[in-house]
């Protein structure tokens, strides 16, 4: 007669569960790391770029200096904005991918878990047959 070992299957499905959780905290962790990474580094140029203008803006001593620093403090605020949009769709883009790879992974645990559970049912089935002849 076939034997169910409750105890063994759950073992079984709490470790491949673990793992599962482990691969997806790695996943989520290094895409975490990534975009701070990206907003870091984007900030540092923005930091920089922003006290190179204010040490040229410190030197305006009259309004026609000011006129010809002007446009440059403009194109600065600009590429700061642009910098830190490019930083954040790059970081989008990346946690999109992480996500898609951890559905991926879900996915094949469910896959897993169900060829595994039918392969119980057919086994148990088999075993019934057999005891029913």
């Not at 620093?69 to 910098?83: D, M």
């Amino acid at each position: 007669m076939y034997q169910f070992n409750l105890n063994e299957q759950f073992s079984k499905a709490a470790g491949q569960f673990a793992e599962a959780a482990a691969n997806v905290n790695r996943l989520a962790l290094a895409n975490a790391e990534k975009a701070f990474g990206l907003h870091m580094a984007a900030l540092e140029e923005n930091i920089n770029a922003t006290f190179a203008f204010a040490g040229e803006l410190v030197g305006v001593r009259d309004a026609e200096a000011l006129k010809t620093v002007w446009p440059k403090g403009l194109q600065v605020a600009r590429a700061n904005a642009e910098r830190s949009l490019g930083a954040a769709q790059e970081a989008f883009a990346h946690t999109l991918k992480t996500n898609e790879a951890i559905g991926a992974l879900a996915k094949s645990q469910f896959e897993q878990a169900g060829a595994q559970v039918k392969a119980e049912v057919e086994k148990a089935a088999k075993a019934g047959a057999k005891a029913a002849k």
